[in-house]
């Protein structure tokens, strides 16, 4: 597997039985604090790894540093976050590359191990199906209030947590509960994403926007302003895939484009599964109720009720 389907992470068969699943990303710090922030960067990019269904390995550290400019003790606490998220996945950082850059930028190449009968792709939803969301929306406009010094040092504390958790276990249960696609929720949003699973199984994707688990606050500054440039982008990409019912509320609606950083996993779950799958999921401490449903295609590929 490889592009072609906009998959999360490419697949290469190494034996009959097993295959390697590899992943990258990097980005800019979209919180203040260094260690945080290298935990949400290897968080996020795990994420690709448990999308497919797959156990991370090793991981190789990719770093842009303003050397000069900036400590080097950030850079320290960058690549300690980083190395502790790593090693709660069960892999274990085996080196890296590092440059000079005017601007930080930090993150993570993995390699994984994925089972070639388990492997869970986003393209094979199916209709029937149960949609299940694992970690809130909101990051994107919560980030965009801590730039703007609207955010509350709680609600830091809030979006530093969702970003930083792991979708270890929520991938562990939807192999066990035998998911017929996933995909991991980042910067093109929940829509963007769910456009992704929809258009490559050939089916369309409603979603009820009053069960989607959103972060506190993250409404209240949507109402405020606080979007971030590349929600723009994504509602203008979907304009044609997406039909809004006129009940979604329109900060709610903001959501649903909002950009996210180590979001959670969109989950097609077998309808004969999904009863007993939210109720693994709340044992877990997951949010477990499911979010939509997929529908033979209609017109476009994505409906908003």
């Given at each position: 597997m490889g592009f072609n389907k906009a998959d999360d992470a490419g697949v290469y068969r190494i034996n009959e039985h097993q295959a390697l699943?590899?992943?990258?990303?990097?980005?800019?710090?979209?919180?203040?604090?260094?260690?945080?922030?290298?935990?949400?960067?290897?968080?996020?990019?795990?994420?690709?790894?448990?999308?497919?269904?797959?156990?991370?390995?090793?991981?190789?550290?990719i770093v842009g540093f303003p050397l000069g400019t900036m400590p080097l003790s950030v850079l320290t606490?960058?690549?300690?976050?980083?190395?502790?998220?790593?090693?709660e996945a069960g892999a274990v950082v085996v080196g890296g590359h590092s440059i000079k850059d005017k601007e930080l930028k930090y993150g993570v190449s993995v390699t994984g191990i994925i089972d070639i009968a388990k492997i869970v792709t986003n393209s094979g939803a199916r209709p029937g199906d149960k949609l299940f969301l694992t970690k809130p929306l909101g990051t994107g406009i919560i980030t965009t209030a801590i730039k703007r010094d609207r955010a509350d040092e709680e609600l830091i504390r809030t979006v530093i947590a969702s970003?930083?958790?792991?979708n270890s276990?929520?991938?562990?249960?939807?192999?066990?509960?035998?998911?017929?696609?996933a995909t991991d929720i980042t910067g093109f949003g929940l829509l963007g994403h769910a456009y992704e699973m929809a258009s490559g199984s050939d089916v369309t994707i409603k979603l009820w926007s009053d069960k989607l688990p959103i972060l506190q606050h993250a409404v209240d500054l949507a109402g405020?302003?606080?979007?971030?440039?590349?929600?723009?982008?994504?509602r203008e990409y979907l304009r044609e895939h997406v039909r809004l019912a006129g009940s979604v509320p329109r900060n709610t609606e903001h959501l649903l484009y909002d950009p996210q950083?180590?979001?959670?996993?969109?989950?097609?779950?077998?309808?004969s599964n999904a009863s007993e799958?939210?109720?693994?999921?709340?044992s877990a401490h997951i949010y477990s109720q499911p979010i939509g449903e997929v529908v033979t295609r209609d017109l476009v590929h994505l409906i908003v009720e």
């Open positions: 699943v590899q992943t990258v990303d990097f980005f800019p710090p979209i919180v203040d604090d260094p260690y945080a922030f290298g935990q949400i960067a290897a968080a996020n990019a795990l994420s690709d790894i448990f999308a497919m269904g797959g156990r991370p390995l090793t991981a190789l550290n606490e960058i690549l300690r976050g980083g190395n502790d998220k790593i090693e970003m930083s958790a792991l276990r929520a991938a562990e249960l939807m192999v066990k509960f035998s998911a017929h696609a405020e302003g606080m979007i971030p440039g590349g929600a723009a982008d994504n950083t180590s979001g959670g996993l969109l989950i097609a779950i077998p309808q799958f939210g109720r693994a999921l709340k």
